[in-house]
Antibody
Framework: EVQLVESGGGLVQPGGSLRLSCAAS????????MNWVRQAPGKGLEWVSY????????YYADSVKGRFTISRDNAKNSLYLQMNSLRAEDTAVYYC??????????????WGQGTLVTVSS | DIQMTQSPSSLSASVGDRVTITCRAS??????LNWYQQKPGKAPKLLIY???SLQSGVPSRFSGSGSGTDFTLTISSLQPEDFATYYC??????????FGQGTRLEIK
């Protein structure tokens, strides 16, 4: 069974830093690209960042570019998101999501349960 | 970025009803359109990918159609467990993936 379990969320002051982790199991982690997607309280979904299976390709949403860093450790079956210079508008539940592709399209077929990040003084 | 607009934003329906949710893209996205269901406090769940392909394990009462700019998600006969929020998502302009604003489906 595919499982994605996020951790590392919490309360942080504006300007602070936090590192999120996502532990993967039930599939060959090193074969899949991964993503972070967030959801502000009561709002919709926002894609945050993408990392390819080998870490050779990385993308960020403009809203986090230069402040967030995605990484992975295939030996540990883990995905990470280092978040620096946090702002109030970064407050959200952060989900890790596995990428899958079929018929040339790209979609998120498995999601973790999410971890809440609250940026507030 | 490609903008995705869903309609309606909210919808009330009864068990057994046929329901259709629409998603419109600001430019053509071919069939690079996916649908997700999210229940309160839970992660999104993939329902449909590539506009019309049913994800494994998803009941056949869910179906998707469309191409270009206009897409629909149809639930043929609403079940109690289907009351949730539904999101469309385009993957045409990767990496700038965008979601619709969501459609909240409520019990009438």
């Amino acid at each position: 069974e595919v499982q994605l379990v996020e951790s590392g969320g919490g309360l942080v002051q504006p300007g602070g830093s936090l590192r999120l982790s996502c532990a993967a199991s039930g599939f060959t982690f090193s074969s899949y690209s991964m993503n972070w997607v967030r959801q502000a309280p009561g709002k919709g979904l926002e894609w945050v960042s993408y990392i390819s299976s080998s870490s050779s390709t990385i993308y960020y949403a403009d809203s986090v570019k230069g402040r967030f860093t995605i990484s992975r450790d295939n030996a540990k079956n883990s995905l990470y998101l280092q978040m620096n210079s946090l702002r109030a508008e970064d407050t959200a539940v952060y989900y890790c999501a596995r990428t899958n592709t079929a018929i040339a399209t790209y979609y998120f077929d498995y999601w973790g349960q999410g971890t809440l990040v609250t940026v507030s003084s | 970025d490609i903008q995705m607009t869903q309609s309606p934003s909210s919808l009330s329906a009864s068990v057994g009803d046929r329901v259709t949710i629409t998603c419109r893209a600001s430019q053509s996205i071919s069939s690079y359109l996916n649908w997700y269901q999210q229940k309160p406090g839970k992660a999104p769940k993939l329902l449909i990918y590539a506009a019309s392909s049913l994800q494994s394990g998803v009941p056949s009462r869910f179906s998707g159609s469309g191409s270009g700019t206009d897409f629909t998600l149809t639930i043929s006969s609403l079940q109690p467990e289907d009351f949730a929020t539904y999101y469309c998502q385009q993957s045409y302009s990767t990496p700038s993936i965008t979601f619709g604003q969501g459609t909240r489906l409520e019990i009438k």
